[in-house]
């Protein structure tokens, strides 16, 4: 493998850094968090730094896979605030270009770059998380609309979203996979109530949807009706596609240094002790494996070929190292692990008690550590399905 990059990708690193280091907030926490990203998402697309990935005729740059991973390098390097449109711009804007109608592009596309139109994802249901095909959602059709009941859950930011991608099923009596639809609900329609989950960590960004009796216009509908199916695996393709940074779970490793060099044990610093340095020795072996597994995804993206296993096994890998690193930064604060951010005496102003509080999460969204073991299992290793 060649780690170098092509003058052209070295410009393009020099001008984004440039940018950001002349416009990156220089305050993280930002007050109002979620008014704090929007500024950021309209003031980075504003420039043309938002879709870079999009092509041209749709607002992006049209960059280039290699170019797309220096971006999310240069962002994290920064500790950019997140955008607040990133399911939009990562999953519906291309579903759209691919999938949608002339009028539905028009339509969306353009406030998708711009956080005009905030998005959510209507897949999971109470008794279809893993299983999405299993849902009970209904739309039946009535005149030039259809109408929908039934309830989304696990729905992440719908309390902030304008329009969702909702799947729901059209024809019941199609076996699990036919029969769904894959439909844009405006999330301002009657009918459409949102309860936040809140989270361990006080947080309440994921959500339960219930629809009752919303009317969605036929127009809204992508793809055709029944086949729904299609629309959502490429919308899942493109989410599986996503860039993997690799740097993130090494920063953490970085993190933990300095934070034993910080902390003491039995009356001296952390760090002098070798069992705190091999265990954080061995974290750091796992982040470097996990770094050179994403390389190997895009080795493969670059060549043209289709996303291999590397997207189950780096998914498992990440949200696992990243539970066990904030774990054991907590085994390092021993008594002051439980105090809450900003709280008098807690160490790194306590996030390390949020982040391991925040890391199960990981292990859960986006495919369950459990459904990664069993996807390499079967998929990879071949092994019998249990």
């Keep these: 493998m060649d780690f170098n990059y092509s003058p052209e990708d070295e410009a393009f ?21 979620w008014q ?8 980075m697309h504003a420039a043309g730094w938002v879709g870079i990935g999009w092509p041209k005729e749709y607002g992006g ?38 999938w ?66 909702l799947l729901a099923r059209t024809d019941p009596e199609a076996p699990k996979h036919k029969g769904i639809s894959y439909i844009l609900v405006d999330m301002h329609s009657p009918g459409v109530t949102v309860r936040p989950l809140v989270q361990i960590t006080g947080d309440a960004n994921f959500n339960e949807v219930f629809f009752e009796d919303v009317k969605a216009p036929k ?46 044990r039995h009356g001296k610093c ?3 002790d070798c069992g705190v340095r091999e265990r954080i020795a061995q974290f750091a072996c796992e982040a470097t494996a996990l770094l050179y597994t994403g390389l190997r995804q895009l080795t493969r993206r670059l060549k043209g070929l289709p996303p291999g296993p590397e997207g189950s096994v780096i998914k498992l890998a990440n949200s696992e190292l990243n539970l066990r690193m904030n774990s054991y930064a907590m085994e390092l604060l021993g008594a002051y692990g439980p105090l809450e951010p900003d709280a008098p005496h807690a160490i790194d102003r306590g996030r390390w008690s949020y982040r391991m509080l925040a890391s199960r999460a990981f292990t859960i969204a986006g495919g369950t550590s459990e459904i990664q073991h069993n996807i390499i299992g079967e998929r990879v290793l071949g092994l019998p399905k249990g």
Excluded at 13 to 33: I, T, V
Excluded at 36 to 43: D, F, N, S, T, V
Aim: hydrophobic content about 35%; glycine content about 8%; aromatic content about 8%.
């Design 100 to 165: 949608g109608t002339d009028e539905q592009k028009k339509r969306h596309v353009p406030k998708i770059l711009s956080a005009d139109e905030i998005w959510c994802q209507g897949y999971s249901e109470p008794n279809a998380g893993s299983d999405v095909a299993s849902l009970q959602t209904r739309a039946v059709e009535e005149g030039d609309y259809f109408i929908i009941n039934g309830q989304k859950a696990w729905t992440s930011d719908a309390h902030r979203a304008d329009w969702c991608i």
């Design 36 to 43: 704090h990203r929007l500024a950021w998402h309209r003031k």
């Design 61 to 98: 740059r049209g960059a280039t896979i290699t170019q797309q991973l220096i971006y999310n390098q240069e962002l994290a390097k920064v500790n950019s605030p997140m955008l607040v449109n990133g399911l939009g711009i990562m999953l519906v804007g291309p579903t759209l270009m691919h």
């Design 270 to 272: 952390a760090w002098e």
């Design 219 to 264: 127009e809204n509908l992508v793809g055709e009706k029944n086949q729904g199916w299609q629309v959502a695996v490429t919308t899942l393709m493109f989410e599986r596609s996503g860039l993997f940074n690799g740097g993130e779970r090494l920063d953490t490793v970085r993190e933990l240094v300095k934070l034993a060099n910080t902390v003491h």
């Design 13 to 33: 690193r020099r001008e984004f850094r440039n940018w950001l280091e002349a416009n990156a907030p220089k305050d993280q926490e930002g007050g109002n968090q």
